[in-house]
């Protein structure tokens, strides 16, 4: 199943933004998957951080896809924006809109993969009947609003039920995780289940960007192996190209 390709995802919240073009050549080089790029509104989360300008020009910088994460009040408003300016898939909280059904059809209908996000006190229970709309589930192992923060350990367990879920229903989305995972948590979060690794400061702060994201990339396909029962697949460090793009409305 495509879902159980291992992702590494640096965050660019991490990166020095005096340097961006630099520092995204660098893990794109080094082997990363996807970019993930935050958006915090101030409002939903208490930080305000990027949005559509800087998401065009990081566009022209990379042929990876970019992972939007929209941490912000009434995202609807701004799905069309967000994938007309880069995005391959954009993620919506839970906790950020009562139509979520309508707004994961939202994202489809303007070219991108669908995906929904969980907070630490959000219970795996209050995805159950969008499962089948998602291309992703992103669980927060850390409060939205902030870089550098302490990984939560509940997040290993609903990692665990979204896996159990994908399994018994026949599932193909991703399980991503973002926030504070370093190498001992990627293991665990790997035997879980967890396809998608989002870490910002232990790869953009590293001194070789490129050996973090291969060391983390190791330990979860030794770790995802050796639960599924299979031999560990061996690593190389590649550059991904930029996936087709579905046809949006109005290209």
């Known amino acids: 199943m495509a879902y159980e390709r291992i992702e590494i995802a640096p965050s660019v919240l991490a990166a020095d933004f005096a340097r961006l073009g630099e520092e995204i050549l660098a893990v794109e080089t080094g082997g990363a998957d996807l970019i993930h790029f935050d958006v915090m509104d101030g409002h939903f989360v208490p930080n305000l951080t990027i949005g559509i300008p800087v998401l065009e020009s990081l566009r022209k910088a990379t042929r ?121 948590h990627a293991a665990e979060l790997a035997r879980a289940g967890a396809n998608t690794f989002i870490a910002g400061t232990s790869i953009f702060r590293s001194p070789d960007p490129a050996e973090a994201i291969r060391r983390m990339r190791s330990v979860a396909l030794e770790a995802a192996s050796l639960a599924q029962g299979k031999r560990p697949a061996r690593t190389v460090a590649r550059v991904s190209a930029m996936p087709s793009r579905r046809s949006r409305k109005g290209a």
């Open 64 to 184: 990876l896809p970019i992972d939007v994460h929209l941490m912000i009040e009434n995202p609807e408003m701004y799905i069309d924006a967000f994938v007309r300016a880069g995005g391959n898939r954009v993620l919506v909280h839970q906790e950020a809109t009562v139509h979520l059904d309508r707004a994961l059809a939202m994202i489809r209908e303007a070219g991108a993969e669908a995906g929904a996000v969980i907070n630490p006190a959000t219970p795996v229970a209050m995805l159950t009947d969008v499962l089948d709309k998602l291309d992703t589930v992103l669980v927060m192992s850390v409060n939205p609003g902030f870089g550098g923060q302490k990984f939560i350990p509940r997040a290993t367990q609903k990692v665990h039920e979204l896996s159990e879920l994908r399994e018994k229903r026949g599932g193909k989305f991703r399980i991503a995780v973002d926030g504070g995972i370093e190498l001992e």
